[in-house]
């Protein structure tokens, strides 16, 4: 009820400050890609869609990729609070990592050798990003395979205008962080380039939780190491014909405790990938024909007590025609072609993936819109499965530069099994079945004078054929094994999001945000909050100065399948701060996380941060 009183306070005072103050018209006319694979406006697309801007990275104070994400509504990074090297997963509206998909520039980045293929965001420095739209909803009709909640797609920095320019940014912090980046760009009149770099080093603390007093049995400090590398290169024959190439390094060694409440001074896992590709792009007189290939090798080796490494190979090629039929009509046809192995010790795995793809966007001039989405998927160890979404809205004129868009969407999605969960020696199950989902959702938005944005959605999604792990116990109620299995019983989640951005005053902006989810299968549950709610300020009283301070509240969460036990729930309050000079081409910044020290759990028998600092330098030139 507190939560509640304190949103409701929340709204009746932005809505106060909205109407008293002078306002500045903020242009909305954001165009976004991942919602149909064509660049329309923000407000012509009926996909919940959320960003986060290169303004709100900056105005981070130097946070992680994960820590970004986990301030999205309807989004929980699980395990962003540990320590650096703490493992990560993400659950987009209540539903495991596996059903959301990871894109960098528009390409899938599966990792053959996890156990659900999901991509590991630790490789990523927020440092390359430049932004992020998160798409949420069943979206395989346009993606493919671990798309049934929602594609999370990075876009990465490009070269800017210039002949000849760059940055380099310098921070330090608590537990002894270090981090240093830099990149050069520029554009000629036919040639682009991008190069950037980094490196990141924490001296950490304990990833388990110590529960014992004495001084003499302390836990060992874990510590966090990482090293980013990218090469951006671009050439343009003519108007028509471009050809873009990268490639990448990125790699991180993390220490790690394996289990709750104990200590292990010899776990070290080394993780990285490095990546190639090229993309070609034809432009004639009513369409784009484009190649967009990447080949992904990646590598994770464990030491301490129990070693293991596993190596994989992921080639992704997709090649897309896109057609502007008219000026109401256009669409997408697409061919996708994904080859994962699975080099691991004593694993030798692949599979192949052919999809054959098309998306139309219509519209019309009194603002109705419709997108339709169509896939044929063709795996080379199950039968072909045909996909599709459908997805109407609607943008309103109210006069007086009022719109409002309702708008719906209903799709039919499909997760296939890992290499892993198929042909693991241990616990896997070659009769393992695709999972198949249903996705519902019907909501609307509404922006005023381009100085808010209101968005509300109601969702619903039926999983079938759930892909689960199912544990053996003796008589004694000891371990002795298991295997993944496809669960008998459907789930269905269900919830509600709401987010709000008020630019209130010239000067000043407010935001927030609040889901609540439900679920029949509590036990296929644990550790996802079914609330979430945050509140922020942005602040800046002068065209070089910005101030964020925000509050994001998670609820409880249950402890795992086993029990049902709940971890009480928590509040954090973040400050971020930052001082341009030289007209804005230096920069000081930093942040305070977790400004009141608060003590709370993530995961059950490890260490959460309590309150930590960050201080930078960065300069563009």
């Not at 014992?212 to 980013?228: A, I, L």
């Not at 190649?291 to 464990?302: D, K, P, T």
């Not at 019907?442 to 079938?464: D, H, I, K, M, P």
């Not at 305070?592 to 003590?599: E, F, M, P, W």
Request: charged content about 20%; proline content about 3%.
């Amino acid at each position: 009820m507190k939560l509640k009183n304190l949103f409701t306070a929340a709204l009746l005072c932005t809505s106060y400050l909205l109407i008293a103050q002078n306002e500045e018209v903020r242009d909305l006319g954001q165009v976004v890609v991942t919602g149909t694979r064509m660049e329309i406006p923000i407000e012509k697309s009926g996909k919940t869609i959320y960003t986060i801007s290169a303004a709100d990275i900056e105005k981070s104070g130097g946070r992680s990729v994960a820590d970004l994400l986990n301030l999205v509504p309807g989004l929980q990074v699980d395990g962003n609070f540990g320590t650096p090297g703490t493992n990560l997963e993400y659950y987009v509206r209540g539903a495991r990592s596996r059903y959301t998909l990871i894109l960098i520039d528009g390409v899938p980045m599966n990792d053959p050798t996890a156990i659900s293929l999901f991509y590991d965001l630790r490789l990523l420095s927020a440092n390359q990003v430049e932004s992020i739209e998160i798409l949420k909803g069943g979206v395989s009709a346009l993606y493919g395979s671990n798309a049934a909640a929602g594609v999370i797609n990075i876009k990465l920095k490009q070269a800017k205008d210039e002949k000849l320019g760059g940055s380099l940014d310098a921070n330090t912090g608590s537990f002894g962080s270090f981090g240093a980046s830099g990149n050069l760009n520029g554009k000629t009149e036919k040639f682009n380039y991008f190069v950037s770099g980094s490196h990141k080093s924490v001296k950490g603390f304990s990833a388990a939780e110590d529960t014992d007093d004495d001084p003499n049995t302390q836990f060992d400090e874990d510590s966090y190491e990482s090293q980013n590398a990218l090469v951006k290169l671009g050439y343009d024959f003519d108007d028509a014909f471009s050809i873009d190439v990268l490639t990448g390094y990125d790699r991180f060694s993390a220490d790690f405790d394996a289990f709750a409440f104990t200590d292990d001074p010899t776990n070290n896992s080394e993780n990285s990938q490095f990546r190639i590709g090229i993309t070609p792009k034809f432009k004639y007189n009513k369409g784009t024909l484009k190649l967009n290939a990447l080949y992904n090798n990646s590598e994770r080796e464990f030491k301490g007590s129990f070693p293991f490494t596993y190596k994989g190979n992921n080639l992704q090629v997709d090649l897309t025609n896109e057609l502007v039929f008219t000026d109401y009509i256009k669409g997408i046809f697409g061919l996708n072609l994904q080859q994962l192995e699975d080099n691991s010790e004593g694993q030798m795995a692949d599979f192949t993936i052919f999809d054959p793809f098309a998306s139309f966007v219509f519209e019309t001039k009194d603002g109705m819109n419709l997108h339709f989405g169509l896939r044929l998927n063709t795996h080379s160890n199950y039968e072909n499965r045909l996909v599709a979404t459908v997805n109407p809205s609607w943008l309103i004129a109210l006069g007086n530069d009022h719109k409002l868009k309702p708008f719906a969407s209903l799709s039919s999605s499909y997760n296939t099994p890992s290499l892993y969960q198929i042909n693991n020696d241990f616990y896997g199950n070659k009769n393992l079945l695709p999972e198949e989902t249903i996705n519902m959702e019907t909501g609307v938005s509404f922006y005023a004078q381009q100085n808010l944005t209101l968005n509300f959605a109601f969702f619903n999604r039926n999983e079938q054929n759930t892909i689960d792990f199912v544990s053996q116990f003796d008589g004694g109620g000891n371990f002795i094994g298991g295997s993944y299995v496809n669960l008998a019983a459907t789930r269905n989640v269900k919830g509600i999001e709401f987010d709000f951005d008020w630019k209130f005053s010239q000067k000043a902006s407010v935001f927030g945000n609040l889901s609540n989810l439900a679920t029949d299968r509590d036990d296929l549950f644990f550790r996802i909050p079914k609330q979430k709610f945050g509140l922020g300020v942005d602040y800046a009283p002068t065209k070089s100065s910005s101030a964020r301070i925000s509050y994001n509240y998670t609820g409880e969460r249950r402890i795992s399948s086993f029990s049902e036990d709940k971890l009480d729930a928590y509040g954090l309050v973040d400050l971020a701060l930052r001082q341009k000079f030289m007209s804005s081409k230096f920069s000081i910044y930093g942040s305070i996380n977790n400004v009141l020290d608060t003590n709370y759990v993530g995961i059950l028998g490890f260490t959460t941060i309590g309150r930590n600092f960050t201080f930078g330098v960065s300069m563009d030139f």
